[in-house]
């Protein structure tokens, strides 16, 4: 040894032979036929005392047992190990009882088992006996490293202990008590970590399980940290330092008990959906044991969630109990074992487990409290102004057997616009009553809803000022943020320079396509994903123009087909072949995905960008096909136009880039499910286009463009403009209780990929609430939200 300290490493040395020696840990013999000896190693380790200091310097001798073969010099491995709940129940017995507790450890305690089989091992190094160097030693003793080694150590203890009158517990075989009079003792033997790997032996057996998984899943963002993750690591940090002197307290009750308590927390996980679930138990106030783990499976309600929760703390709860009763010291356990879920749990075990029309029919007799003899909702309801309107809000949630939701929202509207044209209320509460009558907070922007409220708040007398100011604060943080990628946004057009190049008729509406941008997302984790859907939004809407003169001196048919052909084939080289304003379009396309394309591919999302190209492919397609109708080159019937009009109104391409502008944070699955066409997304598909299509009518009548819905539906149904509008109306407010049916019935989809699908809803109301395309105008309510998010100064 070259060590500064090598002598004390040789007396260490010398310890660890003498009790091997003093233990009769093997004889010398010479190697039997027929068998191979395993080889040693030396470990060397400081212990160190409470402050720090080298206490003293330790060697022991293990055997390499990786080289055993099961069947000839060993057979059983599996000693019990004893659970951390079972030492906690101890020390809450001994806290209840006023007990002397007292922790000791044997030393060398794998030399005390006894081997069974016939185990040879090489001498050890710097131990070899001169003149007997072709001798090995056999084992007596189950010495360190040997994979039978915990298992002879436990066996010889069990031997032992028992003979002095103690007797094991069956639901923890390492834990014994014996009782003498009045008088009983617990003896528990538990794993610590000293036993951690001390071998090459044990460090190959460890590979057989995913503890380095189970660890880098705990440094998972470590790979891609950002703001969010650094901010949770310093959390994590204070709470450490906060909680530091904090600890496990046992204390003696008058009645003890054991109290449980369990919770879920239903797809939590907004990556994967996955349910949570945590349950703690209780003894004379101490806890004892305590469990929050994240579920493997995904469960389709709450209900669900809630009853593995409950299954999972009654089953621990059992052992608990069984664990206890073993000791026949406590009377209670006899009694039934308490176990508390929260109120909440227990509501929806009681009503979502119920049947699909059971619980239908209790949510009605609910309803059915508040109506009268008549069926009509009582009108002494309408005294609490603010009842209404949450009633109103609510109305709005309804699937398509929630009639009772459209009694709802009949009696709540008609007494909203009672109390917005009397002017009883105040001020702020008449305005919040417009703007929501104007469009519910289930359809509107949730940046606007936010900015509003705060507006009302302020308004309300028992308002919280600090919460009012931190909520201030927060949204004016929240408005520079909007400006400043905004301002990124319009930088990047201007470098475009192509506002000269494009026909008067096109729209070059660059706050709009921002603000589209903000409606699939309006969190701040989000803002390169919105300067990413402006540029898609801008690109789009330069799409969309392009084929709505597709029939004039602008951009011929057959210039729409080559383009098409272009974007099929989406090679750099189809420029060449196209003249005009399809060459200027085609070109745009390539500088948007090449500019999102270098932003994305350092994120490791280019297979992302891929599945938005190919629905960009499926887009122009439709859109071609819309252009022939449109000249009556071909005509479709009205469910063929609701349907391939859905696309070319930009649906699903708009679902594709707020995935895309998500990054990791939506996986392939996302891109999969909207290719496959789901009833969610048709639903939302065929609302927008019977939307813009009722909005649009007359223009397009007056443009010659046959390519509308409503034209389509009065030739086919031979009706009248104002009947073909009153039914596609009907079939918007039976689309939106699909959208909700389809929102709550999805369950193989994480819950964010859902919420973009709502928030494109969201997006189609307010483009044509109220039959005004705010997209094409300049006047109405977009101006106003313009002002609300950006301009507005908020007054702290």
């Known amino acids: 040894m070259k060590d500064v300290n090598s002598d004390k490493w040789i007396d260490a040395n010398r310890d660890e032979i003498d009790s091997m020696v003093k233990n009769e840990v093997w004889d010398i013999v010479p190697l039997t036929d027929g068998h191979k000896a395993v080889g040693c190693k030396w470990i060397f380790k400081t212990k160190l005392d409470c402050n720090g200091n080298v206490e003293r310097y330790k060697a022991r001798l293990v055997a390499k047992g990786f080289s055993q073969k099961e069947g000839i010099n060993y057979s059983e491995t599996f000693s019990p190990v004893s659970r951390k709940d079972s030492l906690r129940i101890i020390m809450a017995l001994v806290a209840q009882y006023d007990l002397e507790l007292h922790q000791m450890d044997v030393k060398t305690a794998f030399l005390n088992g006894d081997l069974q089989e016939e185990v040879y091992m090489r001498q050890p190094e710097s131990f070899i006996i001169e003149g007997q160097e072709d001798m090995v030693c056999k084992l007596k003793k189950s010495i360190y490293g040997l994979k039978q080694a915990s298992r002879q150590w436990y066996l010889k203890f069990d031997e032992t202990i028992t003979k002095f009158g103690f007797k094991e517990n069956i639901v923890d075989p390492c834990i014994y008590l014996k009782i003498s009079g009045s008088k009983f003792i617990f003896l528990g033997d538990k794993l610590n970590l000293k036993q951690c790997p001390q071998n090459e032996m044990e460090h190959n057996e460890m590979q057989k399980y995913p503890y380095a998984s189970l660890v880098g899943s705990l440094m998972y963002a470590q790979s891609n940290p950002g703001l969010a993750h650094w901010k949770a690591a310093k959390k994590v940090l204070r709470y450490l330092k906060g909680t530091r002197n904090y600890m496990l307290t046992y204390q003696k009750s008058t009645h003890p008990q054991m109290v449980g308590f369990s919770d879920s927390d239903f797809d939590g996980c907004e990556d994967f959906r996955h349910c949570t679930l945590g349950y703690v138990y209780l003894l004379g106030g101490g806890a004892i044991s305590w469990k929050s783990q994240k579920l493997e499976l995904i469960y389709t309600s709450t209900m669900e969630a809630e009853y593995v929760a409950c299954y999972e703390a009654s089953i621990q709860g059992t052992w608990l109990r069984n664990f206890v009763s073993e000791f026949g010291v406590l009377n209670f356990v006899d009694k039934p074992l308490t176990l508390y879920c929260t109120e909440l749990m227990v509501a929806d075990i ?19 409290r508040f109506t009268g003899d008549d069926g009509k909702f009582e009108q002494s309801l309408t005294g609490d102004a603010k009842g209404i309107l949450s009633l109103y809000e609510a109305a709005h949630l309804g699937t398509t057997t929630d ?22 209320c105040r001020p702020h509460f008449l305005r919040l009553i417009r703007n929501t009558l104007y469009l519910p907070q289930r359809w509107n922007m949730e940046a606007v809803i936010a900015r509003e409220y705060i507006s009302f708040y302020e308004q309300e007398e028992d308002h919280d000022k600090m919460l009012l100011k931190l909520a201030k604060l927060s949204f004016k943080s929240l408005q520079l943020h909007y400006i400043k990628e905004l301002k990124t946004f319009i930088k990047w057009w201007m470098e475009l320079d192509l506002t000269s190049k494009w026909p008067s008729q096109f729209r070059e509406r660059i706050v709009e396509a921002w603000l589209a941008g903000l409606m699939m997302y309006y969190e701040p984790q989000f803002s390169g994903g919105r300067v990413i859907a402006a540029k898609f939004n801008y690109l789009l809407t330069i799409l969309d123009d392009a084929c709505d003169h597709a029939c004039d001196h602008y951009f011929s048919i057959p210039e729409l087909t080559r383009l098409v052909d272009c974007v099929e084939r989406w090679s750099p080289d189809g420029v060449d072949t196209l003249e005009g304003i399809s060459r200027i379009v085609f070109k745009l396309m390539l500088d948007v995905f090449d500019d999102i394309e270098r932003g994305v591919r350092s994120k490791g999302s280019s297979y992302h960008l891929r599945e938005m190209l190919e629905e960009l492919k499926t887009l122009v397609r439709a859109n071609l096909d819309l252009v022939k109708w449109a000249r009556e080159i071909q005509v479709p019937s009205f469910e063929e136009h609701v349907e391939v009009g859905g696309i070319a109104l930009t649906t699903y391409a708009t679902l594709m880039y707020s995935f895309v502008g998500m990054g990791e944070t939506v996986g392939k699955e996302a891109y999969e499910w909207v290719r496959s066409r789901p009833r969610l997304i048709k639903s939302l598909a065929a609302k927008g286009r ?15 463009f046959a390519a509308n819905a409503i034209n389509y539906y009065m030739k086919e149904c031979l009706v009248t403009k104002e009947e073909a509008i009153l039914d596609c109306q009907r079939m918007i407010w039976d689309i939106n209780k699909t959208i909700n049916e389809e929102l709550l019935k999805t369950s193989d989809m994480p819950r964010r990929v ?25 006047d109405g309510k977009l101006k106003e939200y313009m002002v609300t998010l950006l301009i507005d100064p908020i007054r702290i």
């Open 350 to 368: 009681f009503t979502k487990a119920l049947p699909p029309k059971t619980f239908m029919k209790h949510a009605e007799n609910v309803f059915k």
């Open 403 to 424: 009639y009772i939701l459209e009694e709802a929202l009949s009696f709540t509207s008609s007494h909203l616009k009672s109390l917005l044209a009397g002017g009883a």
């Open 690 to 704: 019977l939307m813009d299509d009722m909005t649009d009518f007359e223009n397009d009548m007056s443009n010659g």
């Open 754 to 778: 859902l919420k973009q699908a709502h928030n494109f809803g969201r997006l189609l109301e307010l483009l044509y609430t109220k039959s005004d395309d705010i997209y094409n105008c300049s």
